[in-house]
């Protein structure tokens, strides 16, 4: 079992920035990648930014050069900084870690970007 718990949401103003944060614990031997998704009102669920375990990076196009996800092995702890916020990145972004064959999923965290 793995748990993962997301901080640092909350409003922002458009053209503003965030760092979230999501802290693994619980049978973290051998996690694979963990990165975040995001759900907009009305929308699917859709990737933001993966990292593996490695430390290769993969972003969605819509916040490629505006997100840098990073992870702190010691710390058990993924984060997501995103500049330049936009309205239409308003969701809720939820913290997710692969762990062979299972998906972990934290309880989520809401972005309203908004002036």
């Known amino acids: 079992q793995v748990q993962l718990v997301e901080s640092g949401g909350g409003l922002v103003q458009p053209g503003g920035s965030l760092r979230l944060s999501c802290a693994a614990s619980g049978n973290m031997f051998s996690i694979g990648a963990m990165g975040w998704y995001r759900q907009a009102p009305g929308k699917q669920r859709e990737l933001v930014a993966v990292?593996?375990?490695?430390?290769?990076?993969n972003y969605a196009d819509s916040v490629k050069g505006r997100s840098t996800i990073s992870r702190d092995n010691a710390k058990n702890t993924v984060y997501l900084q995103m500049n330049s916020l936009k309205p239409e990145d308003t969701a809720v972004y939820y913290c997710?870690?692969?762990?062979?064959?299972?998906?972990?999923w934290g309880q989520g965290t809401q972005v309203p970007v908004s002036s």
């Open positions: 990292i593996t375990s490695g430390g290769s990076t």
């Open positions: 997710y870690a692969y762990h062979h064959p299972l998906t972990y």
